[in-house]
């Protein structure tokens, strides 16, 4: 069986996660101790007590998912012997991706945890609080083509473009305020359910340019190494494994579509995988991976007795 490790991005995070992996394994408290140095701040204690505010602003949320992922990863490999090099790939959604190469020992934990930080100050500082949006196309006639069309009609009233293609049914525009508004309209017109997400920037658009600018000068002073499992790339939906390479493609993705459904189908028919793991908070994307992959098996590892009982099944 080819497996691949997927790691959850932000929407993922509530209040107690990583509590019991803390309790139950040392190694956890390691890592969650390690990104509260790294940042200089409390984090885990957030992650813990809350509340459910702090954490879910964008520069709280993206390191401590990260956290939660690595403390999972860290915890398999020193309990039970199961590493990283179990997989044949590695792919993570939107700040997801820092938590595969760390996990694949590309990126080292407490730089993940700084470009996180970072990352999340950056897209907030981007476009100011209210001027974007973004929305989740949802139903049986939300795909790519109408997502497509509907952004179209809204980008008459400013930017307003494709920023997530999780899977059929669920597809995320983002971009100015007037324009996502515009664009909900025209995707009802064409049959489709729409939501305003409760989101504090509009990511992956053109809007975020100046947070891609920052990440470029972080990213490139950082230090990464070629990852011990390649990573399926959000802007490409395909594998990388050159350090130079994946710098460049990180700083596309603040920008860039994350092109979910087609990495986990490239995953499945070009990588040969059947089964994905899903390290770290929730269990959203072992949903999708089912949705997208009806025959692989979904596995979410995020309580301590999901790491046994995945371990067991190897």
């Not at 999972?72 to 595969?100: D, I, N, P, T």
Request: charged share 20%; hydrophobic share 50%.
């Amino acid at each position: 069986m080819s497996l691949a490790f997927i790691f959850p991005g932000q929407g993922s995070q509530a209040v107690g996660m990583g509590a019991d992996l803390a309790e139950a394994f040392s190694t956890a408290r390691e890592v969650f101790q390690e990104v509260d140095d790294a940042l200089g701040q409390r984090l885990f204690r957030l992650m813990r007590e809350g509340p459910e505010d702090q954490l879910t602003l964008t520069e709280n949320a993206q390191p401590a998912l990260m956290a939660v992922s690595m403390a999972v990863m860290r915890a398999l490999q020193s309990e039970f012997g199961v590493g990283v090099e179990k997989a044949a790939f590695v792919a993570g959604h939107s700040l997801g991706e820092y938590s595969a190469l760390a996990a694949a020992g590309s990126l080292g934990l407490a730089d993940a945890a700084r470009l996180l930080k970072l990352r999340g100050q950056a897209m907030q500082r981007a476009v100011p609080v209210g001027a974007g949006a973004m929305a989740s196309l949802i139903g049986p006639k939300a795909d790519v083509a109408l997502a497509e069309a509907a952004a179209e009609a809204g980008s008459a009233k400013g930017v307003c473009v494709v920023a997530n293609d999780n899977n059929q049914g669920n597809v995320v525009i983002s971009g100015d305020k007037a324009a996502v508004d515009a664009a909900i309209e025209a995707a009802k017109a064409l049959g489709a359910r729409a939501i305003l997400l409760n989101v504090s920037a509009p990511f992956h658009c053109p809007l975020m340019q100046p947070a891609a600018e920052e990440m470029a000068e972080a990213l490139a002073e950082a230090r990464i190494a070629a990852p011990r499992a390649p990573l399926v790339a959000n802007v490409t939906a395909r594998p990388v494994h050159d350090p130079d390479e994946i710098r460049r493609l990180l700083v596309e993705q603040v920008t860039g579509r994350v092109r979910w459904r087609e990495s986990m189908g490239w995953l499945a028919d070009a990588g040969g995988v059947t089964r994905f793991v899903e390290a770290g908070a929730g269990k959203v994307l072992s949903g999708m991976a089912k949705r997208i992959v009806p025959d692989a098996e979904a596995t979410p590892l995020n309580a301590p007795a999901d790491l046994e009982a995945f371990a067991s099944s190897l």
